[in-house]
C-alpha cells in the first residue's frame, strides 16, 4: 500500500510538473475570449492594431494562426516576421505572405519584415515597424513551445506611445507538427521545453538570446 501511495504521489507530481511547463511556456491571452473579440472592450478580448506571426518551426501552422485571427476580425493587419531560411530563395515572411494571399487575405492587409534571422531580431525589427505606425496593440503568434521566450522579447522592445507601452497579447499556435499537448511523451518534446525554459530565463535576466 505504501508502494503504492509513492508511486501515485509520484504521478501527480509529474502531471503538475507537466501542466505546469506548458502553462509557463505557452501562454494564451486570448484563452477565455470569444471566436471575435468583443465590441468596444478593453483588455485582451479587444481589437488589436495588427497581428504579427513570426517563422520558425512549423512556419505555416503559424501562419494559418494569425490568418484565422484575421478572418475573425482581430486585426486588420497582418505582419509576418522572418528571414530566408535557404538565403537563395525567398524570405519566409515572403512565404508567409504567400500563403496568406493563397487564403483569401487582402495583400494590402500585409506587412513584412524579413530581415530577422533570431527571436530577438524578430521582436526588435517588428517593434520599429509598430513604432514607426504608432500601433497600441498587437496580437503574437508563435509556437506554444516557443510563445514565452517570444512574448518577453517583444515586451522587452515594446515602444511607449503617447507614454503608453504597446501591449503584446501572446496567443500560441496549440498544435502544430513540433508540439501538442502530449509533448511530455516524447524525447523530442522534453528537449523542447527544457532549451526554451533555458533561453526564456536568460531573456528574462536581462540577456540576449540569438540562437533562433
Known sequence: M???????????????????????????????????????????????????????????????????????GWADTLIFSGAAADKSGPSNAAVMQRHAINQGVDPTAITLEDQSNSTDQNARYVMD???????????????????????LQFQHYAPLINGVRTAVVPHPVAHDKDWTRYWWLTPWGWTLATSEIAKSVIVATGGVDVSG
Open 129 to 151: 515597424i509598430v513604432k514607426a505606425r504608432g500601433y497600441r496593440s498587437i496580437i503574437l503568434v508563435t509556437s506554444a513551445y516557443h510563445e514565452r521566450r517570444a512574448l
Open 2 to 72: 505504501k508502494l503504492i501511495k509513492t508511486i501515485l504521489s509520484l504521478i501527480i507530481i509529474f502531471l503538475l510538473l507537466v501542466v505546469g511547463i506548458s502553462a509557463y511556456l505557452g501562454p494564451d491571452s486570448l484563452r477565455f475570449c470569444p471566436p471575435s473579440p468583443v465590441a468596444n472592450a478593453t483588455g485582451n478580448c479587444a481589437k488589436v492594431d495588427a497581428i504579427v506571426a513570426i517563422s520558425g518551426g512549423d512556419t505555416i501552422a503559424r501562419t494559418d494562426e494569425a490568418i484565422k485571427l484575421y478572418k475573425a
